[in-house]
């Protein structure tokens, strides 16, 4: 199975910061990765599909980049919606996998 | 607007059976994948399983933790698919999320349906 490395597991930030987070793949996907936000009592909604390409609806302020094995989402200017918690998800090879997630909240 | 609603969950015994549907509109159903994704409370996502459309087969594919206990089926006419669960477990008790996909990976989701596996 391949394993997906997300980090950090948290991270505190201010509004109008500038957020990284990563996902490291035990072995090569390709592209083959998306990027999900999920709030509490919520369901997931795609940010980042095949690694770079934004979601239909989704702030510009989001990007994602990477392929092969390392891959990053970038939310530049954080906004006040956008505390939540992130994962990137392989569909490259079954069992799909996900990251642990990242908790994005308020300083 | 594309929706996708579970439903059928529930508090059942370990060893009992249950079968969850999910049921999408605002899209034609059998163009597109069905996934189900758990999540146990307060922790993270999990992949169980994925039925691909009828014109790529319609085969299905699923995890380690449930294959040979869970099946998944669809009835395009209906625009619903089906995960059909046996042998449960406690280990089993999560919210279960449906998501269409296309060519690359899982797109919109439904809001999910709570599984208890308890005595």
């Known amino acids: 199975d391949i394993q997906m490395t997300q980090s950090p597991s948290s991270l505190s930030a201010s509004v109008g910061d500038r957020v990284t987070i990563t996902c490291r793949a035990s072995?090569?996907?390709?592209?083959?990765l998306g990027w999900y936000q999920q709030k509490p009592g919520k369901a997931p909604k795609r940010l980042i599909y095949?690694?770079?390409n934004l979601q239909s609806g989704v702030p510009s302020r989001f990007s994602g980049s990477g392929s092969g094995t390392e891959f990053t989402l970038t939310i530049n200017s954080l906004q006040p919606e956008d505390f939540a918690t992130y994962y990137c998800?392989?569909?490259?090879?079954?069992?799909?996998?996900f990251g642990q997630g990242t908790k994005v909240d308020i300083k | 607007e594309v929706q996708l609603v579970e439903s059928g969950g529930g508090l059942e015994q370990p060893g009992r059976s249950l079968r969850l549907s999910c049921t999408g509109s605002?899209?034609?159903?059998?163009?597109?994948?069905v996934t189900w994704v758990r999540q146990t409370p307060g922790k993270g996502l999990e992949w169980v399983g994925f039925?691909?459309?009828?014109?790529?087969?319609?085969?299905?594919e699923f995890a380690a933790s449930v294959k040979d206990r869970f099946t998944i089926s669809r009835d395009d006419s209906k625009s619903t698919a089906y995960l059909q669960m046996n042998s449960l477990k406690t280990e089993d008790t999560a919210i279960y999320h449906c998501?269409?996909?296309?060519?690359?990976?899982?797109?919109?989701w439904g809001q999910g349906t709570l599984v208890t596996v308890s005595s």
């Open positions: 998501s269409r996909a296309g060519g690359y990976g899982p797109a919109e």
């Open positions: 605002g899209f034609t159903f059998g163009d597109f994948d």
């Open positions: 039925i691909r459309r009828k014109a790529h087969g319609g085969t299905t």
């Open positions: 072995q090569g996907i390709r592209n083959d």
């Open positions: 095949t690694a770079s």
């Open positions: 998800l392989q569909h490259n090879s079954y069992p799909w996998t």
